[in-house]
C-alpha cells in the first residue's frame, strides 16, 4: 500500500495541491509533495498519529477531497469527511473488505460503505464490495498499472550471481510475498514434480518474504515450502533468493522464462488484482496463472507462445 500512496500523491500533484500521511520513508520516494511521515507500528499508534496530524493539516487548509488508499484507513477517511465537509474516496484491494477480525468487521466496514465513492483495483473486489453490502453506483473499478522501465537494469552482484545460477536453464519465476493464497507450496507438491522429471535443469527462482506485518497472518508459509521442496527432492531446483533491491527484480524478471502465479483459493483471503503478473507481462514474459483471484481472470483470456526451452 506504501508503493500505492506514493504513486497516487505524485499523481495527483501534479495538478492538485496534496498533503500526503505516509509511514515513515515516504519522503524518499516523493519529490515536490508535502508528505507528513507517521510510524507504521504498532498500528493504534499509526492510527492515532495519522489521525491527528491528517486534522492538523487539514485545519490549515481546505481539502476538497480525503483519499484513502485502503480499507484499513477508512475510519480516518470517513470522519475527516465529517469533520471538515470534504468528499471521501478509498482505494479498496479485497483482503481489506474480507479481513477474518470481529472488530474490524463491526467497525471498520460499516464505515467502508459509508464513504462518498470507492475504487476497486478489480471486478473481483467489486463483488465482495457487493456482497459486503457497499452500493454499486459507488463503486469503480480501475486496474492498477505499472511502470518500470526495463531498458535499463543496473548491474549488481546478486544479479551477477542470479545470472550465473540460471545461466542455460529453464528458469520459472515467483515473485511476492510468501503468504498461503500465493499457491507456492501447493505448486511445488503438484507441478514441479512433473516440471522437474521433463526439464531436470529447470529453476523455480521464489522472490520475496513472508510479510513482517499483514492483514492475515502467514507465519510458516516459507517453512512449509521448503519442506516441500526437501520432501520432493527438489533442493537442486528451487532457490529462495529473499527480498530483492528494485534494480535487482528488473534483472531476475528478465532471467525467468516463465512467471508463474499459482494462487488458490483461501477462506477470508483474496487476491484482488495482481500487480506481479503485470509487471511479468511488461516484460515481456508469459503468466501462467490459475483462474483465482482479480487479475488472473483476464490473464487467461490471452494465450501465450511458451519459451523454446518449455516445448
Known amino acids: 500500500m506504501e508503493g500505492l500512496s506514493q504513486s497516487i500523491g505524485r499523481a495527483l500533484s501534479k495538478r492538485h495541491e ?3 500521511i505516509a509511514p515513515v520513508g515516504a519522503k524518499n520516494f516523493l519529490e515536490n509533495v508535502e508528505v ?3 510510524p507504521l507500528r504498532p498500528l493504534p499508534l499509526f492510527f492515532l498519529v495519522a489521525f491527528v496530524q491528517s486534522v492538523r493539516a487539514a485545519c490549515g487548509n481546505k481539502y476538497h477531497y480525503a483519499v484513502g488508499c485502503s480499507g484499513l484507513v477508512a475510519p480516518i477517511v470517513y470522519f475527516l ?3 471538515f465537509g470534504s468528499k471521501t474516496l478509498l482505494f479498496v484491494h479485497g483482503l481489506d473488505v474480507l ?27 467489486r463483488e465482495v464490495l457487493e456482497r459486503y453490502g457497499v452500493s454499486k453506483p459507488a463503486v469503480h473499478i480501475v486496474n492498477p498499472a505499472v511502470s518500470i522501465d526495463f531498458t ?22 515467483s515473485v511476492g510475498r510468501l503468504i498461503e493464497r500465493k499457491g507456492l507450496e501447493e505448486f511445488v507438491v503438484k507441478a514441479m514434480p512433473p516440471i522437474q522429471e521433463k526439464f531436470p535443469d529447470v529453476l523455480l527462482l521464489i522472490v520475496g518474504e513472508e510479510p513482517a506485518a499483514a492483514m492475515r497472518s502467514s507465519s510458516g508459509v516459507k517453512a512449509r515450502i521448503e519442506k516441500a521442496v526437501f520432501e520432493k527432492g527438489l533442493q537442486n531446483n ?4 529473499g527480498a530483492v533491491s528494485a534494480a535487482d527484480l528488473k534483472a531476475v524478471y528478465l532471467l525467468a522464462d516463465v512467471f508463474v502465479f499459482p494462487l488458490v483459493p483461501v477462506p477470508g483471503d483474496m487476491e484482488g488484482f495482481g500487480m506481479v503478473a503485470v509487471e511479468a507481462a511488461l516484460a515481456g514474459k508469459p ?25
Not at 546478486?158 to 540460471?166: C, P
Not at 503468466?287 to 501465450?304: D, N, P, Q, S
Open 18 to 20: 496534496v498533503t500526503l
Open 36 to 38: 507528513i511521515e507517521v
Open 81 to 83: 469527511g465529517k469533520l
Open 99 to 125: 479481513v477474518d477480525s470481529k472488530p474490524y468487521q463491526w467497525f471498520f466496514l460499516p464505515l467502508i460503505r459509508r464513504v462518498d465513492e470507492i475504487i476497486a483495483n478489480s471486478s473481483s473486489t
Open 152 to 173: 535499463v537494469v543496473p548491474s549488481t552482484p546478486k544479479s551477477k550471481q542470479l545470472a550465473t545460477l540460471a545461466a542455460g536453464r529453464p528458469v520459472l519465476l
Open 238 to 241: 528451487v532457490v529462495f533468493t
Open 287 to 311: 503468466v501462467a496463472a490459475f483462474k483465482e483471484g482479480g487479475g488472473c481472470r483476464r490473464c487467461l483470456r490471452w494465450r501465450v507462445r511458451l519459451p523454446d526451452r518449455f516445448r
